[in-house]
């Protein structure tokens, strides 16, 4: 299995878009794309990104397909609006927390 992490930092005053987001869209698009989500991380203080949502995929093909699709792109648009120095990467699954 291969596991998508997408990590961001909220810009400041649109912490109830991020919110709504996660509540009503990230579950809604993962499937939709054939991607399993498997948790969302949010950050009240410290180092680095301040949010993380994360999906996993059968295989490295299948989550390739799965960023080709038109859901994929309302994801990032979506993330977007209200994020700054979005990253995502795309790693073997393991056990326990992976950033």
Same mark, same amino acid.
């Given at each position: ?23 009503? @869209? ?6 939709? #794309?054939?991607?399993?989500?498997? &948790? ?5 203080? +410290? =180092? ?10 059968? @295989? ?6 799965? #960023?080709?699709?038109?859901?994929? &792109? ?5 993330? +977007? =609006? ?18």
């Amino acid at each position: 299995m291969v596991k998508l992490i997408i990590t961001w930092s909220i810009r400041d005053g649109r912490e109830a878009e991020f919110l709504e987001f996660v509540n009503n @869209d990230f579950t809604r698009l993962f499937l939709a #794309m054939n991607v399993q989500p498997t &948790e969302a991380w949010y950050a009240i203080w +410290g =180092q680095g990104p301040q949010a993380m949502i994360c999906g996993v995929s059968k @295989d490295q093909a299948a989550m390739e397909a799965s #960023m080709a699709s038109s859901e994929w &792109e309302e994801v990032r648009t979506k993330i +977007g =609006q209200f994020a700054e120095n979005v990253a995502y990467r795309v790693v073997a699954k393991s056990d326990g927390f992976q950033l």
